[in-house]
Structures are given as C-alpha cells and as structure tokens.
T-cell receptor, first 116, second 111 residues
Framework: SAVISQKPSRDICQRGTSLTIQCQVDSQVTMMFWYRQQPGQSLTLIATANQGSEATYESGFVIDKFPISRPNLTFSTLTVSNMSPEDSSIYLC?????????????FGPGTRLTVL | QQQVKQSPQSLIVQKGGISIINCAYENTAFDYFPWYQQFPGKGPALLIAIRPDVSEKKEGRFTISFNKSAKQFSLHIMDSQPGDSATYFCAARARGNKLTFGTGTQLKVEL
C-alpha cells in the first residue's frame, strides 16, 4: 500500500483567493489523481496528474481553475483558483493503478476547504 | 454510460445483522470494481475489490457478489458491528485507471 499525506488538512478562504493543496506519497508512483467530494456527495475525478506533462482534465474541469503540477513521482499540487463558495469541498488525491500498486487506488486524507 | 448507480442511499441495520448495498453499471468496459469505506473526516479506504471474471469474493465479514450479465454487484457485510457505521462507495474502473464512484450509502449499525 501507499502512505499519502495532504497539506493543508483544512482551510477557510475568502472568495476570489487561491489555495494550493499538496499531496506527498511515500513511494514513487506513475499515476496520481485529484478528486473533489462536495459535502455529503460522492467523489468526482478532477484530473489525472501526469509526471513530466500537463494534467488530463475531466469534463467540467479546466486548467485555469484547477492548475496541477507534478514535478516528480512522489509529489503533486492542485490549486483552486479564484475561489467561490461553490468550491467548498473536500479535495482528495489518490495514487495507484496500472503497474504501480496493482489495481488499487489509495486515497489521501483529504483537504477540507471552506470558501466564505 | 459512465454512471454507477448505488442503492440504498442510507441503511440502518441491527448489530449482528447483514448489510447489503447494491450497485449497477452500464459501461461494459469497466474492468475492476472496488468498494471503499469512508469515515467522517477521512479519505476513502479500500475495503474489497473484484474483477468481472469472478462471481464472488470474500474477505472476512465482507463479500462482493458480482453478476456480469446483469451488470450488477453488491457488498454484503455479515455480522454488522457499530464500528462498521460509515459511508460506503462502490466504484468501477475504466481505461486510464479512472474510477467512477457510486453515490454512496450511509450505513448505521445500531446496538
């Protein structure tokens, strides 16, 4: 399995500002993913973070709003830009799948974001 | 096409009883079906998973039943305990290892 940490664990931000969330893994992994979980809802994939190339975004999510960096095989960041109250969610990174850690995706503890 | 339907939305079971959560999918390209357990304030944790070439998988008190022809799969929690009270998500994996999640089931196990 993989040990995943996220920073910050929670934050309260003002409308119009940006927040960068960090995801650190204890081993090198090829595939990293970012999900959003709105209050009381399921998880929705935002993007796949690719090392050495641009992230691949899902429908409804754009790079200008959610820029992602993946500088190496153990680290990624997700920025939530120009925030509005609708961005209040839990943001989760996950790793795994393909040849890295069998089929399984492992999730970090999440970053709980509240936008006022 | 990518949707995974999950039911029930919430479930109350007596201690020692059986909890059953059902999921259905449409996309026949899904090739891996995990179940995740999530406690409040925590990230989802993998509980058990199955591939579509297997009809049943059991790990301790947790069993997945898989019906490929019906495109349905279910989670059975035997001898449910108060510590099992959590939100459960089924998921299905498509190409690129992308997971599509069900809507979640809030399970409460009462004494």
């Amino acid at each position: 399995s993989a040990v995943i940490s996220q920073k910050p664990s929670r934050d309260i931000c003002q409308r119009g500002t940006s927040l960068t969330i960090q995801c650190q893994v204890d081993s090198q992994v090829t595939m990293m993913f970012w999900y959003r979980q709105q209050p009381g809802q399921s998880l929705t994939l935002i993007a796949t973070a690719n090392q050495g190339s641009e992230a691949t975004y899902e429908s409804g999510f754009v790079i200008d709003k959610f820029p992602i960096s993946r500088p190496n095989l153990t680290f990624s960041t997700l920025t939530v830009s120009n925030m509005s109250p609708e961005d209040s969610s839990i943001y989760l990174c996950s790793v795994g799948g393909g040849t890295d850690l069998t089929d399984t995706q492992y999730f970090g503890p999440g970053t709980r974001l509240t936008v006022l | 096409q990518q949707q995974v339907k999950q039911s029930p939305q919430s479930l109350i079971v007596q201690k020692g009883g059986i909890s059953i959560i059902n999921c259905a999918y449409e996309n026949t390209a899904f090739d891996y079906f995990p179940w995740y357990q999530q406690f409040p304030g925590k990230g989802p944790a993998l509980l058990i998973a199955i591939r579509p070439d297997v009809s049943e998988k059991k790990e301790g008190r947790f069993t997945i039943s898989f019906n490929k022809s019906a495109k349905q799969f279910s989670l059975h929690i035997m001898d449910s305990q108060p510590g099992d009270s959590a939100t459960y998500f089924c998921a299905a994996r498509a190409r690129g290892n992308k997971l599509t999640f069900g809507t979640g089931t809030q399970l409460k196990v009462e004494l």
